[in-house]
């Protein structure tokens, strides 16, 4: 088997006293989706920060494609890294100053070096994909929230990620705007994306995601396949927070 695009390996993190991450361990294989779930304070976005290092774990090995990252990275690896983890924020992020199609063309033009005219047609084939391709010289006060969310998927897939790691990504969005970008997300799973997502949507994490984790005060609780975890949990926190989920 090739070894997993994320291979996150007991890691720790603390915020000063209080220990946000304990011990945690999860791979992602290429072309998996896993749907992380949970409480609030579960370490769920901890987690994902420290994948892209903008958190720096305390102990444990993070490896993406094998290669491990850490508080010694030098500042070009870094950049090396975050070009090969997308990461989609339950905010958008989008440069106020930028149009659509300019806030997608960023990343490649200023880190990968790509010519201007190159980066454009990426970017501009990007937000097809994301269904914006009429919105591409609109800025971002001029796109509703879920249209921001989508440019800001397209930004992460301009720089070619192995990876992408979405945190909470439908959180801040009206309800009525939820499906258009849980739609996009579902396309880039069926065409093979590597993603770790958290999500409150469970709907997203049974039908489309390949594996289930919930953790709750920085750990892992339970982690299986959709059908399983939902049907058939087998742990008793596992039980009590579907319970509490899925009747809401």
Sequence with gaps: MNAPVVSIQGVSKSFGAHQVLRDVTLDVAEGEVVAVIGPSGAGKSTLLRCVNQLERHDSG????????????????????????????????????????????MEGPVTVLGLPKAEARDRAAALLERVGLADHAQKYPAQLSGGQQQRVAIARALAMSPRVMLFDEATSALDPELVGEVLAVMEALARDGMTMLVV?????????????????????????????????NPQEDRSRVFLARVLSS
């Design 61 to 104: 090995t993070i490896l993406i494609d094998g290669a491990p990252i850490g508080p010694g990275l030098r500042k070009r690896a870094l950049a090396r890294l975050r070009a090969r983890v997308g990461m989609v924020f339950q905010s958008f992020n989008l440069w106020p100053h930028f149009s659509a199609l300019g806030n997608v």
């Design 199 to 231: 999500t409150h949507e469970m709907g997203f994490a049974r039908h489309i995601a390949r594996r289930v984790v919930l953790m709750a005060e920085g750990r892992v609780i339970e982690a299986g396949a959709p059908g399983a975890f939902f049907d």
